[in-house]
C-alpha cells in the first residue's frame, strides 16, 4: 500500500507493507539522494531489525553510518541530539545526505529533530517500529526533543522524505507497548471515520492476535486517515490536526500529574479518551452510547478505561498548562458522534473534575 502525503513541492509517501524495509535502499536511490546514509537507532531496536535496513541501504549503494542513541524518551536530549550532529559532521554528512529513525516515536522525534537542525536540514526517513510510530509519530513533520521542564518543548516541523511502516515488524513489542498503540488507532476512528471505527471493533480480537494481515490493513487505514488530516493543515494552524488531540488533553495532563510513571501514553490517553466521552455527554454534545462504544473497544483492545486514584488537582494544574492552549485557551476535542469532532474551549473546571470522577474505580 502506497499512501501519497500531498503537500505540493514538499509531498511523499507512506508505505504500509510487510517486509518493506528490505526495500529502503532502493527507495532512496528512486527518490535521487545523496550516497550518505545515517541510520538513528537504539540498541535493542538495532539487535532485531537493524541488519536488514543496512544491508538494503548497502545493496544500493549508499554509505552507512550506524548512530547509537539511548532506548526510548532519554533519547530525546540536547546533549544527545549534539552528539548526533557531531557524528554527522564527522561522517561527512551534508544536505543532500539521509537520517534514517529506526525506532519508536522517541528515536523518531529525535532523529527528525536532527535531521531539521543540521546545515538547516537534511533529508529525514522514518522507518516507525512501534504501533505508535507508524500510525501517527513517524508522519506529519512534528519534530522534538524535550526540555528539562516539559516534554517535546523544543522543535520544528520538518516533513520526511519517505516514511517505510514495516508492520511486520511490530511482532516483536513487548505486549504493554503493542497496546498502547492502539489506542491512536482508536482515537483515529472515533475523530475521523466511522466506518474504519467499525472495521477496528470487528477486528478487535485479530488485532490483539497480532494478525498480519489484519495489522496491515488496520495499520494502513491509520495512516491513510492521519495523511489525510496533514494535507488538510500540515502545521496544525487550523482546526484539522487539532482533532488529533481527542483524548490527548486530558490524557497529557493524567501522565503529567503522575510524572510518566503510571501508564504510558496510549493507556493515559485511553483513559483521556473515556473522560473527555463523559465530558462531551455532560456538556450535551453527545449520548451515552456514544462512550459506551468507545469504552467497549478501548477494553477489547486491552487498554485501561478506569483509572484506581486520580488527583483531580493536578490533573486540573496540568491542563491549564496545556501546549495546545491558544492565548491561554485550552483546547478539548470532543466526538459529537463516531466519525465527527468539535473544539470546546472554555470547558469549567467543575465539569472536568466530573469527567475525572467518572473514570475512577467503577466508573458512573
Ligand atoms: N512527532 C509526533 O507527531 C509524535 C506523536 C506521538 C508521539 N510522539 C513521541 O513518541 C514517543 C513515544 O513513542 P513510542 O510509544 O513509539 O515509544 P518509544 O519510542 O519510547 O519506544 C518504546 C520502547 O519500545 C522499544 N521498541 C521499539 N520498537 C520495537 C520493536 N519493534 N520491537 C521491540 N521493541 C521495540 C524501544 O526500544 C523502546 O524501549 C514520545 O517521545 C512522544 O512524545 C511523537
Ligand atoms: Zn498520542
Not at 13 to 30: D, H, M
Request: glycine fraction near 10%; proline fraction near 4%; hydrophobic fraction near 50%.
Amino acid at each position: 500500500m502506497l499512501i501519497p502525503v500531498d503537500l505540493g513541492p514538499r509531498s511523499y509517501s507512506i508505505v504500509v507493507e510487510p517486509g518493506a524495509l528490505a526495500s529502503v535502499g532502493a527507495r532512496l536511490r528512486e527518490l535521487r539522494v545523496g550516497s550518505r546514509a545515517v541510520l538513528v537507532t537504539d540498541a535493542g531496536i538495532l539487535k532485531l531489525h537493524g541488519q536488514v535496513v543496512v544491508a538494503s541501504l548497502e545493496a544500493a549503494g549508499l554509505s552507512v553510518t550506524v548512530l547509537e542513541v539511548p532506548d526510548g524518551e532519554a533519547a530525546k536530549t540536547l546533549a544527545v541530539a549534539e552528539h548526533c550532529w557531531d557524528r554527522l559532521l564527522a561522517a561527512g554528512a551534508d544536505r543532500t545526505s539521509t537520517v534514517l529513525a529506526l525506532g519508536g516515536g522517541a528515536v523518531g522525534d529525535l532523529a527528525g529533530f536532527v535531521a531539521a537542525t543540521y546545515m538547516r536540514g537534511a533529508n529525514f526517513v522514518p522507518l516507525p517500529t512501534t504501533v505508535l510510530a507508524q500510525v501517527d509519530a513517524s508522519s506529519g513533520g512534528k519534530t522534538a526533543i524535550d526540555h528539562p521542564k516539559a516534554k517535546n518543548l523544543i522543535g520544528a516541523f520538518h516533513q520526511p522524505r519517505l516514511v517505510i511502516v514495516d508492520p511486520a515488524v511490530v511482532l516483536t513489542l513487548p505486549d504493554r507497548d503493542f497496546r498502547s498503540g492502539l489506542a491512536e488507532i482508536v482515537k483515529h476512528g472515533v475523530v475521523l471515520d466511522a466506518a474504519y471505527f467499525d472495521d477496528v471493533e470487528r477486528s478487535a480480537a485479530a488485532l490483539t492476535a497480532r494478525d498480519l494481515p489484519t495489522l496491515t490493513r488496520i495499520i494502513g487505514g491509520s495512516c491513510r486517515l492521519k495523511a489525510a488530516v496533514i494535507h488538510r493543515d500540515p502545521e496544525e494552524k487550523g482546526e484539522w490536526r487539532f482533532a488529533l488531540n481527542n483524548g490527548h488533553t486530558i490524557g497529557h495532563a493524567l501522565e503529567a500529574a503522575t510524572r510518566f510513571e503510571t501508564w504510558t501514553h496510549g493507556e493515559a490517553v485511553a483513559l483521556g479518551m473515556v473522560a473527555e466521552a463523559r465530558l462531551a455527554e455532560r456538556l450535551g454534545l453527545a449520548d451515552a452510547a456514544t462512550t459506551r462504544r468507545q469504552e467497549a473497544l478501548l477494553r477489547a483492545l486491552g487498554l485501561p478505561v478506569q483509572a484506581a486514584a486520580v488527583e483531580a488537582e493536578a490533573v486540573l494544574a496540568a491542563i491549564a498548562h496545556d501546549k495546545k492552549a491558544r492565548d491561554g485557551r485550552v483546547p478539548f476535542v470532543l466526538a459529537p458522534s463516531i466519525g465527527a469532532f468539535r473544539v470546546v474551549y472554555d470547558v469549567s473546571p467543575a465539569d472536568v473534575r466530573a469527567a475525572l470522577a467518572s473514570i475512577v474505580g467503577g466508573g458512573r
